[in-house]
């Protein structure tokens, strides 16, 4: 028996010597050897380096050789490779180490939507003067369509001299793919493979091409050029046209499918090569599967996105669709957007035989159905009918009938629809499990989505009447609907990376948003669906990403010489929180007015944006310092730069970074304490001479004092420092964590404001 023990002991001792992991590691440059250095480039010194661990390894043979996958010399300093528990701590004995990440998979997160912004074809930002410098986004994500006609270069110049990227080739991808518009095009894959084995070929192209439309639809909302009459089967129906419809475009992918995953290891490499080509702004509609669990120092993305905010270069990031779990992406140097509806709508209408009418959405594009019988439950099949899910339902008792369904997980409504219709079902009315948050699915066959609300009504009719009936209306695009509204599934704050700052940023449009899809793909994304469509509706933070993305794009193209924070001000503190009937703007998840946990500093204004009156400008050192605050070691602080050291004596408290909002802490039994932080605001503003005066409104329970309570300005780029004050009274209910306002600067047309959210801990 104990001869037994020890094998499987020595055999257990064995398999962990042999499993080699991905890793990504972060190196000093400072600290690498000489002989390493002298290599012709990075790849070359991380390769020889790898090679001598190798070589002293105790037990070679069973201790696969350490395999280099990546060489990251510009986002990060270091390098990503497959490694044994051995070499991993042969290179932990370096003096060079700083640290060692186990990648990990990251999850994928228009024709009337530009003009929701306000963006009018020949005016503002829309104007021929702010549309011709060559601004470049990169889009990291699924890969791109590059023959669809929203990347078509008619009307383009020449590539910008500036311009370092590549298109590169692989399957059914050629250089000769990109054109003018479409400038690069590239795809990273080996963290992937390592990961799950080879890309399955039969569900990717291995090259930039897109199979998923994910990653086409996001670089065409940021920056896809005009398309006449798009539309999805004349839903939507318009001019197609992205934020920054003359922006070039450089797609890099970065995710695949079967099974489906991204991984930092590849995001890495992309932002890493992204820098290098020469992009202006980076869109990256991706986020932690674990939502926004990850500390600051062990996010890839935000370690990468920190370099190149040093180089100017401006990041905007998807919230995550957890809602109402934590928002992803927050570290303060990323736009983190949260997703809202913008006025367009697919009304589809129950009428029930009693004359009750119920409105829900659908994208189905046929006719509407009739007066007929309509079953659930019992009276459409065996136990668990109402979920419509295969098996359930009889023929015999569906045949010809609309079918009530109730969501169910791992089964979604189109699914549900489709099962509906597969057992001779004549329409489909699906219930969401909760909730109103309705976006709009592209059903085949006729069926509706309809808000929790109406179930019990509807439920109720059936169950009282011996043959109860429906009719299905589909009533196409419709215009004027109440909003923006929240997105229920938009994640939210609190923060917990960083209770001290407040995030999601800011919300865009990000449901229902038509653009352009791959031509090999259908709009369902589900087996069986055999339609093509050049525009697809798509809803997410992935959509509303790239809108920010594509303003951003806009912003820079007025003012070059504001760094990603100024531009990043100008968005966040010109938003607006009034909806189009002038209401506080509603939070689907709860039906009341959205807080800034959910929309951030409110809805997108770019028109606003353009022109701040004042700036919250932030230089890459303060956000070093920041990560000091936090009590950040030095080998955490080295992996945003290897060549900064923290203080000795503390400068800023987390909350003095010169942010454009406010998120303070109190302790549950806080009363009468005081916490002051520091702002300073550049005038940017016309006239130069101006005189802003401050407004508060004090979130309840707290008592806010300014000072100065007036700024006068004397010149253009001139700065003001100020300071606010907030004291806590009491809790005014002990059940609620938090509590909201806002602190305004005016001067003449200007309105410059920044949201408050108090936290009781």
Not at 79 to 108: C, G, K, Q, W, Y
Not at 401 to 430: H, M, P, R
Not at 612 to 629: K, N, T, W
Not at 738 to 755: D, Q
């Amino acid at each position: 028996m104990m001869t037994l023990v020890l094998m499987a002991f020595m055999a257990t001792i064995s398999v962990a010597k042999v499993d080699s992991r991905t890793y990504i590691v972060h190196m000093d440059k400072s600290k690498m050897k000489n002989s390493y250095l002298s290599a012709a480039n990075s790849e070359e010194m991380f390769e020889e380096m790898l090679d001598s661990i190798s070589q002293l390894s105790t037990d070679s043979k069973a201790t696969p050789p350490p395999r280099l996958l990546y060489a990251y010399d510009t986002a990060i300093f270091g390098f990503a490779a497959r490694l044994s528990p051995v070499h991993l701590e042969s290179i932990r004995n370096m003096d060079a180490f700083v640290a060692a990440t186990l990648d990990r998979s990251i999850s994928l997160h228009t024709t009337h939507s530009y003009q929701f912004l306000g963006l009018e074809q020949g005016k503002g930002l829309w104007h021929a003067s702010n549309l011709k410098s060559d601004v470049i986004i990169g889009v990291i994500d699924t890969g791109i369509w590059p023959e669809h006609p929203s990347f078509q270069d008619h009307g383009f110049g020449p590539v910008p001299a500036r311009w370092k990227g590549a298109c590169e080739s692989g399957t059914n991808f050629s250089p000769l793919n990109c054109n003018r518009k479409l400038i690069g095009a590239r795809y990273f894959f080996k963290g992937y493979e390592a990961a799950h084995g080879r890309v399955n070929e039969t569900k990717n192209f291995k090259s930039p091409r897109a199979t998923d439309g994910h990653g086409t639809h996001c670089a065409s909302t940021a920056g896809g050029n005009l398309v006449q009459n798009s539309s999805f089967y004349g839903l939507a129906k318009g001019v197609a046209a992205g934020m920054r419809y003359t922006s070039r475009i450089a797609a890099y992918k970065v995710c695949w499918a079967g099974p489906d995953d991204c991984t930092n290891s590849d995001i890495l490499a992309s932002i890493d090569q992204a820098i290098k080509d020469g992009v202006n702004v980076v869109s990256i509609s991706l986020g932690p599967e674990e939502g926004g669990s990850v500390p600051y120092f062990d996010d890839l993305t935000a370690q990468a996105a920190f370099s190149g905010i040093q180089r100017g270069i401006f990041f905007s990031c998807s919230a995550g669709n957890e809602g109402p779990r934590t928002v992803s992406n927050t570290a303060p140097w990323l736009m983190t957007v949260a997703a809202s509806y913008i006025d367009r709508s697919f009304p589809a209408v129950v009428k029930l035989g009693n004359g009750q009418i119920f409105e829900g959405v659908s994208l189905y594009a046929g006719k509407s159905l009739k007066k007929l019988p309509i079953v659930y439950g019992p009276t459409a099949g065996k136990k668990f009918a109402q979920y419509c899910v295969p098996g359930t339902l009889s023929p015999k008792l569906v045949k010809g009938k609309v079918v009530v369904c109730d969501q169910t997980l791992g089964f979604d409504k189109y699914q549900q629809a489709e099962q509906v219709k597969s057992v001779g079902g004549a329409g489909t009315v699906i219930f969401l499990s909760e909730g109103e948050d309705l976006f709009a699915l592209p059903y085949i066959s006729p069926a509706v989505s309809m808000g929790y609300k109406a179930r019990k009504p509807m439920l109720s009719y059936l169950n009282s009447t011996k043959s109860p009936t429906a009719s299905l209306t589909f009533k196409g695009t419709t215009y004027g609907k109440h909003a923006p509204m929240m997105a229920a599934f938009s994640s939210r704050g609190p923060n917990l990376v960083g209770l001290d700052l407040l995030k999601p940023d800011l919300t865009a449009p990000g449901v229902n948003i038509l653009a352009a899809w791959p031509g090999i793909s259908n709009p369902s994304e589900e087996e069986g669906d055999k339609r093509r469509v050049l525009f697809n509706l798509e809803s997410g933070t992935s959509m509303s990403c790239p809108h920010v993305s594509g303003l951003a794009a806009l912003l820079i193209s007025r003012h070059k010489e504001w760094s990603p924070a100024a531009v990043k001000s100008a968005i966040m503190t010109t938003a607006y929180n009034l909806d189009n009937r002038g209401n506080p703007i509603k939070d689907f998840y709860h039906g009341g007015p959205a807080t800034p946990f959910a929309i951030g500093s409110g809805h997108v204004d770019i028109q606003k944006a353009s022109d701040p009156g004042l700036l919250y400008d932030i230089h890459p050192l303060e956000y070093l310092l920041y990560l000091c605050s936090l009590k950040y070691n030095s080998s955490q602080i080295a992996r945003f730069d290897w060549n900064f050291t923290c203080p000795k004596r503390t400068i800023m408290q987390p909350g003095d970074l010169n942010y454009p909002s406010f998120a303070v802490l109190f302790k549950n039994d806080a009363h009468n304490v005081t916490i002051t932080y520091r702002r300073t605001v550049t005038n940017v503003g016309n006239p130069p001479v101006s005189t802003y005066e401050v407004h508060v409104q004090e979130p309840k329970g707290i008592s806010i004092r300014v000072k100065p309570n007036s700024l006068s300005f004397k010149m253009h780029g001139q700065k003001l420092a100020y300071k606010a004050s907030f004291t806590a009274i009491k809790r005014i209910i002990e059940s609620e964590n938090s509590s909201f306002g806002s602190l305004t600067w005016e001067s003449g047309k200007y309105t410059v404001r920044s949201p408050i959210a108090v936290t009781w801990i």
